[in-house]
């Protein structure tokens, strides 16, 4: 590994314990809303529920 990469990684761990610590505030923060498993698993059933109906009419997926 070369120098300058091997400085920016020290730097980078630096600036994360500080951030752990609480001496700096990280530069962006992400946030990631949980999924809505039930609409998901209604979704689902819909297509289960299409698929069935063409499969129990004759037509099947190729």
């Known amino acids: 590994m070369d120098?300058?990469?091997f400085e920016q990684?020290?730097?980078s761990m630096?600036?994360?314990i500080a951030i752990a610590k609480g001496e700096m505030k990280?530069?962006?923060?992400?946030?990631?809303?949980?999924?809505?498993?039930?609409?998901i698993r209604e979704d689902y059933k819909n297509?289960?529920?299409?698929?069935?109906i063409l499969e129990d009419s004759g037509l099947k997926r190729q």
Do not use: G, I
């Open 9 to 11: 990684l020290m730097q």
């Open 47 to 52: 297509v289960y529920e299409d698929v069935k």
């Open 3 to 5: 120098k300058e990469l």
């Open 26 to 39: 990280p530069s962006r923060v992400f946030t990631v809303e949980p999924p809505d498993v039930k609409a």
């Open 14 to 16: 630096k600036e994360a």
